[in-house]
């Protein structure tokens, strides 16, 4: 799943409401999508959960997917970056090329682990 046109076109009404729960940043200027039906879809966002794990959402020039308007997250566990498959990939601590409805998901199943 693709974002659409409309949030390509104006993000910041999406942007707010993207995912529950999670802390909005804004995404630096170098990470930029330099394509223009890209532009101003960047997206940053972080959560922690009371379990101890956290997850870190974005979405830009340089991440897993960006340039096809998807995700990518990155897994902490006590303010750490871990390694936790299937929520990221075998060795790694990040999963991407993720759509929104998988990045919901994967808040759900972060926030119900158990705690650390």
């Given at each position: ?41 960047e997206y940053g ?72």
């Amino acid at each position: 799943m693709f974002i659409t046109l409309t949030e390509v076109r104006h993000p910041r009404l999406y942007a707010t409401k993207m995912f529950d729960k999670v802390k909005e940043y804004k995404v630096s200027d170098y990470l930029f999508f330099k394509e223009d039906s890209l532009k101003g879809s960047e997206y940053g966002g972080e959560v922690d959960f009371d379990n101890g794990y956290g997850l870190s959402i974005v979405r830009h020039d340089m991440s897993y997917g960006g340039k096809m308007g998807l995700f990518e997250i990155m897994l902490t566990r006590n303010g750490e970056p871990y390694s936790l498959p299937p929520i990221t990939n075998d060795e790694d601590t990040v999963n991407g090329f993720l759509n929104k409805d998988s990045v919901i998901d994967l808040i759900d199943t972060v926030e119900n682990l158990p705690c650390v």
